[in-house]
């Protein structure tokens, strides 16, 4: 007996415009935020998500609590939209974007993008095999030391408060990071901290602003690598002050410290029209994986 066929299923075709929308009010953590990237109003982006969760008959954002958080279904649907918008925008930069071909030594502060770097290279010599890079990653002081010297085209990193020097490409939100188990100390209990090294500024902002609000507090871990610190926290040991962008799984923001305000990155070095024809689609790289956000929840 021949097994019975099954019927065919019509699944709908994801549109990218409504994923693109999605993506953004994770990343922005709300509808008015992501109203503001996108020059929409925030019905309009309102009216997008409410069309996409239509066309897959599923709900992705939470909004019955205080904070608008990912549903698991919303949650599902943002890693797979990150690869399509990706996707996307890789096929189109290699057929729309004009041939370009060079040499390029970029240096890239450690504290920006760890754990996305290599991908992102990896997309930017597939899209232009032209163009040969050669990539150090450092302590962002010592990189534009470096730079200074001749040994760097460019060099990405962040810069401090009325630091004018550079091209500015992305600000955002400094946040106090811990594990998901870890607990607040009692109040007279100093609060457990890990830094990068003397000379950094998430170190000397978090310490300005503890002791701004006479918060007791300790530093207990130091390391030259924002992985170092990242690893701390995850083992539930400290609390660390990073840039939203890089906060990873197994860590949660906590709210319930003083504000560490933005900080701003920006490309350093010889911003000439040929080195900038060479790193303005690696820029455009960055910006994107900076805004895709990679956050599990949001708030409004």
Not at 4 to 21: A, F, H, I, K
Not at 195 to 213: H, I, P
Not at 224 to 248: D, H, K, M, W, Y
Not at 295 to 300: C, D
């Amino acid at each position: 007996m021949l097994p019975q066929e099954q019927p065919e299923v019509n699944y709908p075709d994801l549109d990218l415009d409504l994923l693109r929308c999605f993506a953004c009010v994770a990343a922005e953590r709300g509808f008015t935020a992501a109203g503001q990237v996108m020059g929409l109003t925030q019905s309009a982006i309102s009216l997008k998500i409410k069309r996409l969760e239509d066309l897959i008959n599923r709900r992705v954002f939470d909004r019955s609590s205080r904070h608008l958080a990912l549903t698991p279904d919303g949650d599902i649907l943002l890693a797979y939209a990150h690869r399509l918008l990706s996707l996307n925008d890789e096929a189109v930069r290699r057929l729309v974007a004009s041939p370009i071909k060079g040499h390029l030594r970029l240096g890239v502060a450690d504290h920006f993008l760890p754990h996305h770097l290599a991908q992102i290279v990896g997309r930017f010599q597939r899209t232009y095999p032209a163009v040969r890079l050669e990539i150090e990653v450092g302590r962002c002081a010592e990189l534009r030391t470096a730079c200074d010297e001749g040994r760097f085209d460019l060099v990405i990193g962040r810069r401090r408060a009325g630091d004018t020097m550079g091209m500015p490409i992305w600000t955002e939100t400094m946040v106090w990071v811990a594990a998901n188990d870890f607990r607040m100390p009692e109040r007279d209990k100093p609060l457990p901290l890990a830094t990068l090294s003397t000379g950094c500024m998430f170190r000397e902002r978090a310490l300005d602003v503890l002791s701004r609000a006479r918060i007791p507090h300790e530093l207990r871990y130091t390391s030259t690598s924002l992985l170092g610190i990242i690893a701390f926290a995850q083992e539930g040991l400290c609390i660390i002050p990073i840039g939203r962008s890089n906060v990873p799984s197994g860590l949660k923001e906590i709210d319930s410290l003083p504000v560490l305000g933005n900080s701003e990155i920006a490309v350093f070095g010889d911003i000439s029209d040929e080195n900038l024809e060479l790193a303005q689609p690696l820029i455009d790289l960055f910006r994107d994986d900076l805004g895709s956000g990679r956050k599990s929840s949001t708030s409004p």
